[in-house]
């Protein structure tokens, strides 16, 4: 199994105001940590219980196969929904077994009603088990019915890809304690169309930063800055998990501006922290708190407190999917300008602040 690699991300703001994300990432969903992971599997008259992830579960943890003693949290259209414990208590990482009918999915790619019944049923058992005192800040979860969507062309992907984004964002919104929901797709050939989907369901548009001059050399001073950023932090955690992806994202064929500005709030909450951490200031984890906070204790000048939240606005973006309209409606190459050279701005910072602390 390969090791995740982070490729793209929105923000989703809670209701009580707290940034919250859904991620989507390809490669082996248990290499890396979580406090449940979901296990989707499939069953029939003929094979109680069957699927990829369960296989990849049996082979790695010491689970039970034999379902029958078990009792489901929830059940409802053939759906059942089983939270077993941990599997692995040492690590504190508890999952739940979603059994799926074979009929739920019996008219994809045709009709998704049943896929969309799948996906509610489960966030419901969520949110019953967090009512009942549970806590689960980072859900990790394979994107269900994968592989019958295979080859089955971008528009299936992307009615899949919506649903999810729906569900996990009103989970995420209406959650006391989860903070992101990571979706992640285990087949290597089916990664671009997973991603391509989730852009463009969120309304994202390609740019075309070879023909804009301007675009192109704020780029290049972003990336020298994040390089020069991720050699004196020297943290792998920091690069393959931050830096990484908005890179790769920045030097793409085809870069989505929407997902461009999602990476660079990333950078930002990375920044906040480390600021945060450096001076002994508390922060609570909402952004735009956290900013003000810095701004009072750091006397920090209200220009650059201003670059700031030109990032954490400009990836608010698509937070407001799907129902918020707003005038303009989208993001503009003029926009990603003004990104690049807040970003810039607060790179140059970070790096002084490391250098010269005092």
Known sequence: MRNPEWLNTVSIISESGKSRELNLFSGDMFSASADLFVVSTHHNGTFPVAGKVWEEVQSRFSVESDLQEWVPSLSHKGVSVFFPGFL???KR???VLLRIPSLAFSDLPEDFEGFQSVISILFSALAAQEHLGASFRKISMPVIAGQRLMERGLDMYQRAIRILIEEASRWLKESRYSECVNLFVFEKGEVPYWNQAMNEVLGREIIDSKNHELIEILQNQVLDGLDRVATRLESETFFHGTIKPLRKEIQSENPY???IV????????CFVNDLANRQGIRIDNCLSNDIKKLKKEMKLAPWFSGYLDIIRIA???SVHYPKDTYIPEKLKNSDLIAVYSAL???LDFWIDQIDSPE
């Open 88 to 90: 692995d208590e040492k």
């Open 93 to 95: 990482w508890q999952w």
């Open 257 to 259: 501006l929407g997902t």
């Open 262 to 269: 999602e990476f660079s709030r990333r950078v930002l909450e």
């Open 315 to 317: 990836g608010n973006n």
């Open 344 to 346: 810039t701005n607060m």
